[in-house]
C-alpha cells in the first residue's frame, strides 16, 4: 500500500501574499479543514512537510495558506504540483468504502471464479462509482460500485469478487 495518499493539485497562485488555490483529489473538498500539514513530493527530500496556516474554500477549490510562503514568487514553483499526506492522516472509512489507490490493480473475478481482467481505473460518477476492469478474456468491462455487485474487497491478496448474476447484458459477449 502507499504510504502518501494524494488530496490535491496546486492549480496556481492566489493574489500576491502566498496563498495557493487548491483542486482537492478527495471526496470531501472540506478535506482541508482538519490537516495542519501536508507533503510535497520534490527533488530534494522525498516529501517535504508543509504547514497550513489558514484555509478558506470557494465553489470546488481550497485556498490555503502556507507557513513560510509569502509571495507569489515563492509558490509559482508549486503549480501543478501534488499535495500529499500520510497513512496515518486518512480519515477512517465507512465501511464497504476503500482508497482507490488500495483497490487498484486488483485481480477481478466473478463469484463463480471467473476471471474479468484487472481494475485498472474508477470512474466517479456521482450516483455511485464504476470500476474500469481491462485485460481479461473478456476485454474492457464496466462494473458499477454496488454492495450487491461488489460481495468482496481483499486489499492485502488484490482481489475483488463481483456478483452480476443480477445485471444482466454487463459482460461482453454475453447471449
Known amino acids: ?16 501574499k502566498g496563498e ?4 482537492p483529489l478527495t471526496d470531501d473538498p472540506r478535506r482541508f479543514d482538519t490537516l495542519q500539514k501536508l507533503f510535497l513530493l520534490n527533488k530534494e527530500t522525498p516529501y517535504k ?6 484555509r478558506r474554500y470557494d465553489y470546488s477549490f481550497a485556498y490555503l495558506k502556507l507557513t513560510g510562503y509569502e509571495t507569489i514568487e515563492s509558490i509559482e514553483p508549486l503549480r501543478n504540483q501534488e ?7 486518512v480519515r477512517k472509512l465507512p465501511k464497504f468504502t476503500y482508497l482507490i489507490p488500495d483497490i487498484l490493480n486488483s485481480r477481478v ?6 476471471y474479468l481482467g484487472q481494475l485498472t481505473q474508477v470512474l466517479e460518477t456521482g450516483a455511485n462509482d464504476v470500476y474500469v476492469i481491462r485485460g ?12 450487491k455487485v461488489v460481495t468482496h474487497v481483499d486489499i492485502p491478496n488484490r482481489l475483488i469478487r463481483v456478483d452480476l448474476k443480477d445485471m444482466e447484458g454487463l459482460l461482453p459477449d454475453e447471449d
Do not use: F
Open 83 to 89: 499535495l500529499w499526506i500520510s497513512r496515518d492522516m
Open 1 to 16: 500500500m502507499l504510504e502518501y495518499l494524494s488530496v490535491g493539485i496546486i492549480i496556481k497562485p492566489q493574489g500576491l
Open 49 to 54: 512537510e508543509l504547514s497550513i496556516a489558514s
Open 109 to 114: 473475478e466473478t463469484i463463480n471464479g471467473e
Open 136 to 147: 481479461g478474456p473478456r476485454g474492457e468491462v464496466l462494473i458499477p460500485a454496488l454492495k
Open 20 to 23: 495557493i488555490k487548491v483542486k
